[in-house]
C-alpha cells in the first residue's frame, strides 16, 4: 500500500510540476505578445522594423527558445509580424491588410449569435456616415466607380443574383468614396454576416427601385451634399433592414433578402 502510495504522489507532483511549467511557459508567451503589442501601439515600433529571431527573443526576455517561438507564433497569427525563414529571416513588423481580419470578425459575430437587428443596426450607422464622408471626400475616380456599378446592375436586371452582387458592391464602393478605411472594414465584415449569397425574394420592380435610389446617392455626393446624401442613405437602409429582420424572423426565408 505505502508503495502504491508513493507513486502516486510522485506521479501526482510529476503532473503538477508539468502543468505548473506549461502554465508558466504560456504567461510568458503572452507577457512577449503584449510588450511587442504595446511597443506597436506606443509608436516605438513601425512597419518593417525588425523585432528578431527565435534566439533573439529567447536571449532579449530570458526565456526558452520554445516560449519565444510561441510568442512569434501567436504574434504572426495576430498579424503583427511577418515571418521568413533561413538566412537573413526573422520576425518583422507587418504592413497593415485590416481587410484579411474582416472575415475574422464576421464569423465571430455569427458564432456568438448576432440577430439580424443588431447587424443592421451597426450597418445603418456605418452606411449614413460613409454615404455622407463620400459626399465630402469622393475623389472623380470614386464617382466613376460608382457610375460603371449602376450601368452594370441595369443590365443584370434579369439576373437577380447578379444584381445582388453588384448591389453589394455599390454599397462597398460608397463606403470606400469615404476614404476612411476604418468604416470600409466594418462594413466588410457586416456584409459577410448580412448580405445575402442569393437572392430569392427579389423582384424586378424591387431592382428597378434599387437603381433610381442608388442613382441619387451618386448624384449627390457627386453634388457634395454631404447631409442629403446621409438622410437618403439613412433610409435605404432602413428599408433593407426592415426587409432583414422580417426575413430572418421567418426560417423558411432566412438567409435571403435584397437591398
Same mark, same amino acid.
Given at each position: 500500500?505505502?508503495?502504491?502510495?508513493?507513486?502516486?504522489?510522485?506521479?501526482?507532483?510529476?503532473?503538477?510540476?508539468?502543468?505548473?511549467?506549461?502554465?508558466?511557459?504560456?504567461?510568458?508567451?503572452?507577457?512577449?505578445?503584449?510588450?511587442?503589442?504595446?511597443?506597436?501601439?506606443?509608436?516605438?515600433?513601425?512597419?518593417?522594423?525588425?523585432?528578431?529571431?527565435?534566439?533573439?527573443?529567447?536571449?532579449?526576455?530570458?526565456?526558452?527558445?520554445?516560449?519565444?517561438?510561441?510568442?512569434?507564433?501567436?504574434?504572426?497569427?495576430?498579424?503583427?509580424?511577418?515571418?521568413?525563414?533561413?538566412?537573413?529571416?526573422?520576425?518583422?513588423?507587418?504592413?497593415?491588410?485590416?481587410?484579411?481580419?474582416?472575415?475574422?470578425?464576421?464569423?465571430?459575430?455569427?458564432?456568438?449569435?448576432?440577430?439580424?437587428?443588431?447587424?443592421?443596426?451597426?450597418?445603418?450607422?456605418?452606411?449614413?456616415?460613409?454615404?455622407?464622408?463620400?459626399?465630402?471626400?469622393?475623389?472623380?475616380?470614386?464617382?466613376?466607380?460608382?457610375?460603371?456599378?449602376?450601368?452594370?446592375?441595369?443590365? =443584370?436586371?434579369?439576373?437577380?443574383?447578379?444584381?445582388?452582387?453588384?448591389?453589394?458592391?455599390?454599397?462597398?464602393?460608397?463606403?470606400?468614396?469615404?476614404?476612411?478605411?476604418?468604416?470600409?472594414?466594418?462594413?466588410?465584415?457586416?456584409?459577410?454576416?448580412?448580405?445575402?449569397?442569393?437572392?430569392?425574394?427579389?423582384?424586378?420592380?424591387?431592382?428597378?427601385?434599387?437603381?433610381?435610389?442608388?442613382?441619387?446617392?451618386?448624384?449627390?455626393?457627386?453634388?457634395?451634399?454631404?447631409?442629403?446624401?446621409?438622410?437618403?442613405?439613412?433610409?435605404?437602409?432602413?428599408?433593407?433592414?426592415?426587409?432583414?429582420? =422580417?426575413?430572418?424572423?421567418?426560417?423558411?426565408?432566412?438567409?435571403?433578402?435584397?437591398?
Amino acid at each position: 500500500m505505502r508503495h502504491r502510495v508513493a507513486n502516486s504522489v510522485t506521479t501526482s507532483g510529476t503532473l503538477t510540476a508539468r502543468i505548473m511549467f506549461a502554465g508558466r511557459s504560456s504567461s510568458l508567451s503572452a507577457q512577449i505578445v503584449a510588450d511587442v503589442r504595446d511597443a506597436l501601439f506606443a509608436k516605438r515600433l513601425k512597419p518593417g522594423d525588425f523585432v528578431g529571431t527565435e534566439k533573439d527573443l529567447a536571449a532579449r526576455f530570458g526565456v526558452s527558445r520554445i516560449v519565444a517561438r510561441d510568442a512569434l507564433r501567436t504574434l504572426e497569427a495576430l498579424g503583427i509580424v511577418e515571418i521568413r525563414m533561413g538566412k537573413g529571416g526573422g520576425a518583422r513588423i507587418a504592413n497593415g491588410n485590416p481587410r484579411l481580419f474582416a472575415e475574422a470578425l464576421a464569423v465571430q459575430l455569427d458564432l456568438t449569435g448576432v440577430s439580424a437587428r443588431e447587424v443592421m443596426d451597426a450597418q445603418r450607422a456605418i452606411e449614413t456616415l460613409g454615404a455622407e464622408l463620400a459626399a465630402e471626400n469622393a475623389k472623380p475616380e470614386d464617382i466613376a466607380r460608382l457610375r460603371q456599378l449602376l450601368r452594370d446592375a441595369e443590365a =443584370a436586371m434579369d439576373d437577380l443574383d447578379e444584381f445582388t452582387r453588384l448591389s453589394r458592391d455599390f454599397h462597398l464602393a460608397v463606403a470606400e468614396a469615404s476614404h476612411n478605411r476604418v468604416l470600409v472594414v466594418q462594413l466588410i465584415s457586416l456584409e459577410h454576416v448580412s448580405w445575402p449569397r442569393r437572392n430569392v425574394t427579389a423582384t424586378p420592380a424591387l431592382a428597378k427601385r434599387v437603381i433610381e435610389i442608388h442613382t441619387r446617392l451618386t448624384d449627390l455626393i457627386e453634388l457634395r451634399d454631404a447631409a442629403a446624401a446621409r438622410a437618403l442613405m439613412d433610409d435605404h437602409v432602413k428599408m433593407i433592414r426592415a426587409r432583414r429582420v =422580417a426575413e430572418r424572423g421567418n426560417a423558411d426565408a432566412a438567409g435571403h433578402s435584397c437591398c
